[in-house]
């Protein structure tokens, strides 16, 4: 399986990547890539399609179809390719500044188009790629480059944004729970319809160290021991300071472009 | 007491807006303009600067923000780069229309594709038509300098256009340089308050962003260009007295060893320091050359330019932008229409470099010069570049 990963990469020419030690991104990405494995597809029936950002430099490792487009515009660019390519698999891997701030409103008309994608967003609660200032996740009190005693503003929950924008399948697993993430990416992929799974993960780096979180190891064991699962929830206190895990919503709603195939059909019978 | 410290360009930027009590502060992060926004942020949150600061969700907020404070009459200031500045674009004309005094540093850096995070005035070249004033620093001191000049100028009740400061992502931004620091006593000689001439006031309701209907567009653009051609004597005026006050001279162009010089160099921003070391050591050898620097591009300043050309016979237009398709560089361009009509003995060289952050050295001025003396001018030339 780990060479099939490997062949999966430019390892020839892309590696060594460029980011940090200890840095979640990879262990997003490696989920990802097994995800894709797992699910028997081949790096030619997908495209992987990213902003800018550390987490939008992920699809220039893997060896398929990819387009790093712009700051934010990840999502437009990939419905344009899915539009035109329905029957690729579509993935957008983004960081939480890309999806939620300056391309926040392609996020919530995406989801609520329910166009067939999948987007893994990679939330470190910072923008990474710019040297760590506050992002929409970066939680309220939390130190950032351009908030230096605390963010004042209230952080976005993507997933309940997912759900309430439309989205049809939302997730969560972080940096730690990598063999759970996989999982999710999976399901996520097989859904028909806007899907999103957002990756709780480290910037040591950056966010780590301005909020004295100790070193990528600390990070995940706090992943680890602060984490709990959907079915762990039983009423919503149990949730409080927790990072849920797991499957948030599952539903069945049309598909876009499904749902304008019919529209067409439709119109030309007549 | 002022003092000359050893500072990065970007923090004493945000130390002339902290000086200049700029009362709102609205940005979003790029690679380079960080540095200023982020030492911003920090001079806000411990109180250095009493201001308002906000991290806005896009650069196109980001102005918008500002074009909001600015009407509610605050004396406002933002900054970015390349792919945020092209972001801001539609609201840019906007700014410049509906005269408001907002100033902005923009830390040039090449527009992407491909992805490029270095430097050069493709970014700012988009927004020559936008009406905004626009002062190119080819150091440290002068973007201290002109950033506190900028409020003075914008505000100035005879122009009430947003001005521009360029300053060169990386080699500019990211450096450390001995800065004169002018202290607050010293710079409220120069300073004023900000009195907006149209704030918006619940009391006397105004309206903002009104409808032209064809009968009245040209109109309103022509008091734009008039204001910015106008703007020329003001901004003169605001150099003099900083010159008198602070012992620093600033002039539309800035002339280098031109006086018996047949050939020019032009360049703007930070290249015009690394061109001033070449024609130094041109000069030793005995080339009859010299330098001018475009600090002034927007008004441009035509009559200065013809001016300072008179004796000379050959100019080798130095630019860091290209427009594709046209006849070169966006310097060019307006170059040439200067002399047309006027000087038709005047060889023109439009020479595009230093693209996406490629080097510029002094010996590339050096080949430059020697190409200009013998050889005849070319449409364009985009030098340093592999086949
Ligand atoms: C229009 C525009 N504005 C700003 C930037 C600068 N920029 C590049 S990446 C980035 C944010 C990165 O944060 P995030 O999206 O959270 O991803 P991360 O790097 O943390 O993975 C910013 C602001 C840009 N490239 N384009």
Known sequence: MNQEILDRLRMDDRFPHILCPGCGIGSAMNAMIRAIAESGLTNDDICIISGIGCSSRVPGYIDADTFHTLHGRAIPSATGVKLAHPDKEMIIIAGDGDLLAIGGNHFIHAARRNLDMTVILINNHNYGMTGGQYSPTTPQGKRAKTAPYGCVERAFDACEMGIGSGAVFVARSTTYHTPHLKGLIKQAMKKNGFALVEVISQCPTLYGRLNRMGDAVKMLEYFKENSITVSQVKEPKDAEGKIVIGVLHDIEAPEYYESYRKVCEHAQRR | MSKRVGLEISLAIAEAVKLADTDMIAAYPITPQTHIVERLAEMVAEGELKAAYINAESEHSAISLCVGSSIAGARTFTATSAQGLALMHEIMYITAALRLPIVMVVVNRAMSGPLSIWGDHSD?????????????????????????????????????????????????????????????????????????????????PLTFGAFAIPEYYMEAKKQVEQAIFSSKAVIEEVWQEFDKLYGRHYTPIESYKTEDAKILLLTLGGIGETAQTAVDEMREQGIKVGLLKLVMYRPFPIQELRDACKAAQTLVICERAMSIGGQGGPIGFEVRSAFYNHRTDLQIHDIILGLGGRDVKVDDFKVLVKHASEKKPKEYELIGVRE
């Open chain 2, 124 to 204: 700012v070249m988009g927004e020559r038509d936008t009406g905004w004033i626009q002062l190119f620093a080819q150091n440290g001191q002068e973007a201290f300098d002109m950033t506190l000049q900028a409020f003075r100028i914008a505000e100035d009740h005879r122009v009430l256009l947003p001005v521009i400061v360029n300053i060169d992502g990386f080699t500019l931004s990211h450096v450390i340089e001995p800065i004169e620091i002018l202290d607050q006593t010293e710079l409220n000689k120069f300073m004023r308050t900000f009195k907006p001439k149209y704030p918006l006031d619940p009391r006397r």
